[in-house]
């Protein structure tokens, strides 16, 4: 079992930036890929980024490539997700998860255990 409590959400205006992290507990956390994903109102969970368990490969959904960056400290059983010149669009609750599967991928379903959620809103 693993569990994880993102932290970093909150209120930024359009162009701004955040840094959103997910602090993991339980089993190996250098084991498991980690993503990243979003839900905004009445829509359906997407992706936004991924990383393998040494941080080698990273994979980014392209809406966010060159805005955001994922990156790990297995050191601290933590990822992060730093989201750069930020839109309104952006709106969303992001969800970090693990995958047992240490090369991680973009399909919410191949995911294994999921934060709670935190909210990111983009004033214009």
């Known amino acids: 079992q693993v569990q994880l409590v993102e932290s970093g959400g909150g209120l930024v205006q359009a162009g701004g930036s955040l840094r959103l992290s997910c602090a993991a507990s339980g089993r190996t956390f250098s084991n498991y890929g980690m993503g990243w994903f979003r839900q905004a109102p009445g829509k359906e969970r997407e992706f936004v980024a991924a990383i393998s368990w040494n941080g080698g490969r990273t994979y980014y959904a392209d809406s966010v490539k060159g805005r955001f960056t994922i990156s790990r400290d297995n050191t601290k059983n933590t990822v992060y997700l730093q989201m750069n010149s930020l839109k309104p669009e952006n709106t969303a609750v992001y969800y970090c998860?693990?995958?047992?599967?240490?090369?991680?991928?973009?399909?919410?379903?191949?995911?294994?255990?999921w934060g709670q959620g935190t909210q990111v809103t983009v004033s214009s």
């Open positions: 998860a693990a995958d047992q599967d240490p090369i991680a991928t973009r399909y919410p379903h191949n995911y294994d255990y």
